[in-house]
């Protein structure tokens, strides 16, 4: 999931860190920064640190760390986690024991640098009620050439769908589209700049995502995977919204270090991308 969007927040955590000098709050060079996201019915696997970035480096992310003491805390059980390998600053949880459920409450502490960051989320309930407005996206076809998808870029997308939910108690959202076909077919542009491969939303606090021909890739089956998120979540994004001029400290729940650590869950509709 969200392997992009994970890169895109420690981005903004670091940049955060290390602030103009117009800002009151300038971070010790040893602070660990924590990027940890536990998700419903998951392996534990995105587990992520790295140190803070000096002011005046030209670095815009600062160095992994993968020799931390790592553990997670689960109704007083401790469990270890390890390097993993081939992803440098990322830890896991190598064995079956760990689960990952509605309600469980999660405390993650990591000694490094002679001090223990520490921080608590837990896992929300999982969305209710997600569900597609129509079953099929249909597309139009520009594989003559770029000027009619440009053209769209200025009319109203009057194909677009809908994946909605319940949203009763005003809670955060973000949706992630995946398409889940085995070879699927890409959509011709004839424009001279690419799209990512995967769309994720910013938090959303209302209770629906829509979908236009601007969300998608290819043709095919596709996946629309709506996550509930926890507050700590939604703070990160402040952050990142907020002028560092203002900024006095980047908005965290990380004690003795920077980051976040918290939790989700999610809940799947389907659609399919076809040709007009």
């Avoid at 809908?162 to 398409?179: F, G, H, I």
């Amino acid at each position: 999931m969200n392997k992009s969007l994970a890169a895109v927040l420690l981005l903004a955590i670091l940049a955060a860190a290390a602030c103009t000098e117009d800002t009151p709050f300038v971070p010790e060079s040893d602070v660990v920064v924590i990027r940890g996201y536990l998700y419903a019915d998951e392996p534990v696997t995105e587990i992520q640190l790295a140190s803070t970035v000096g002011l005046g480096s030209e670095d815009s992310v600062g160095p992994p760390v993968s020799d931390a003491d790592v553990k997670l805390i689960k109704e007083g059980n401790v469990y270890s986690l390890v390097p993993t390998p081939g992803r440098e600053g990322y830890y896991h949880y190598p064995g079956t024991g760990l689960t990952v459920n509605t309600g469980d409450r999660f405390r993650i502490e990591v000694a490094y640098y002679g001090k223990l960051a520490s921080a608590e989320t837990a896992v929300p309930p999982a969305p209710a009620g997600v569900a597609m407005t129509v079953d099929e996206l249909v597309i139009q076809d520009f594989s003559a050439g770029g000027f009619g998808f440009g053209r769209r870029f200025m009319v109203e997308d009057t194909s677009a769908v809908r994946v909605t939910w319940l949203n009763q108690d005003n809670s955060a959202y973000y949706v992630a589209l995946e398409n889940v076909e085995t070879d699927p077919q890409a959509i011709e542009t004839g424009m001279p700049f690419g799209r990512p491969m995967r769309i994720i939303s910013i938090p959303i606090t209302g209770d629906e995502y829509i979908i236009s021909l601007f969300s998608v890739t290819h043709y095919g089956r596709h996946k629309a995977k709506v996550y509930r998120v926890n507050q700590e979540y939604v703070d990160l994004f402040a952050s990142r919204q907020q002028d560092t001029r203002d900024l006095n400290e980047p908005l965290t729940n990380v004690v003795n270090g920077l980051g976040v650590f918290t939790a989700f869950n999610s809940d799947s509709a389907f659609f399919t991308v076809v040709h007009e």
